[in-house]
């Protein structure tokens, strides 16, 4: 079992940055794919970036593609969520998860653990 603890969500004016952390439990972590995915009022969940086992290959989605760094050191159990040039459509709750598949997907189906969220708003 992997619990996630997300933190680091805030509320920014559009331009700035925010790095979201999520600490995992248990000594599996390095073994796990994990990614961060994010939900906005009225819309469905996105995927926004994932990292394999090791973090040496990334997925990055489309919207947030040069603007959004996700990098995980396996020795802390931790994965970030680094977040420049923020807009106001970036305004959602963001959810780390943890593939037991050690290859980054973008499918949300093969994440196994999820937690809590951490809401992020961009002010214009």
């Known amino acids: 079992q992997v619990q996630l603890v997300e933190s680091g969500g805030g509320l920014v004016q559009a331009g700035g940055s925010l790095r979201l952390s999520c600490a995992a439990s248990g000594r599996t972590f390095s073994t796990y794919a994990m990614g961060w995915f994010r939900q906005a009022p009225g819309k469905e969940r996105e995927f926004v970036a994932g990292?394999?086992?090791?973090?040496?290959?990334?997925a990055i989605a489309e919207s947030v593609k040069g603007r959004f760094t996700i990098s995980r050191v396996n020795a802390k159990n931790t994965m970030y969520l680094q977040m420049n040039s923020l807009k106001p459509e970036d305004t959602a709750i963001y959810y780390c998860a943890a593939s037991r598949r050690s290859g980054v997907t973008a499918v949300m189906d093969r994440y196994d653990y999820w937690g809590q969220g951490t809401q992020v708003t961009v002010s214009s």
């Open positions: 990292i394999n086992w090791s973090g040496g290959t990334t």
